[in-house]
């Protein structure tokens, strides 16, 4: 695992971005295509982004490893939790135990899909997205829904990726994998 620190200053984002993935061809040269290059930049790109966005007095670590053909690019940062606005709450890490009964949320939505999210824990949630058909939008769930397009582009771009909160420190955790090979 090698960690990379980002101070969230805008002109830094291209030049980290580049660093890393100069890492990640280095560790696994014969999996990366122009393909998987590109996805994994659209991966940082938006990681880094949030965490300008977001959490602009820390500083971010970005985590990157490999372990079983799996590419793990993980984002941490002290920031405040992340917060999703669905059409009745507003959700907040932890969550409440009775929130726990719904086995997913949905996080954000436009004309061409629907970024949702399975409850994991209190504190984990699992991303993953859904394809409209676009004769049946349902106008109403999708205007009602807070913007999170960076994490769509996010899980779009990765194979799983996910979010947990620690509570215990303050920590957010952002992880995209990124299967490499068969």
Do not use: C
């Not at 620190?5 to 580049?18: A, D, Q, R, S």
């Not at 997913?104 to 970024?115: K, Q, S």
Request: no cysteine; hydrophobic share 35%; net charge negative.
């Amino acid at each position: 695992m090698k960690k990379f620190i980002f101070n969230n200053e805008t002109e830094g984002i291209y030049p980290l971005t580049l660093q890393i993935t100069d890492y990640i061809k280095s560790i696994a040269a014969r999996f990366i295509d122009d393909d998987l290059s590109f996805r994994i930049r659209t991966i940082l790109i938006e990681l880094l982004t949030n965490s300008l966005k977001h959490h602009s007095d820390h500083v971010t670590h970005i985590e990157v490893s490999l372990k079983n053909n799996q590419l793990l690019l993980k984002k941490l940062d002290k920031g405040l939790p992340l917060q999703i606005k669905t059409r009745h709450d507003l959700l907040k890490w932890p969550l409440p135990v009775e929130l726990l009964d719904k086995s997913e949320i949905a996080v954000y939505g436009d004309d061409f899909g629907t970024l949702k999210g399975r409850l994991k824990s209190s504190n984990k949630l699992e991303f993953y997205t859904e394809d409209i058909d676009l004769q049946y939008v349902d106008r109403e769930v999708i205007n009602g829904l807070n913007e999170h397009y960076g994490l769509m582009i996010i899980t779009r771009a990765s194979d799983m990726f996910n979010y947990e909160y620690k509570p215990e420190t303050g920590a957010n955790n952002f992880t995209s994998i990124i299967q490499l090979g068969n």
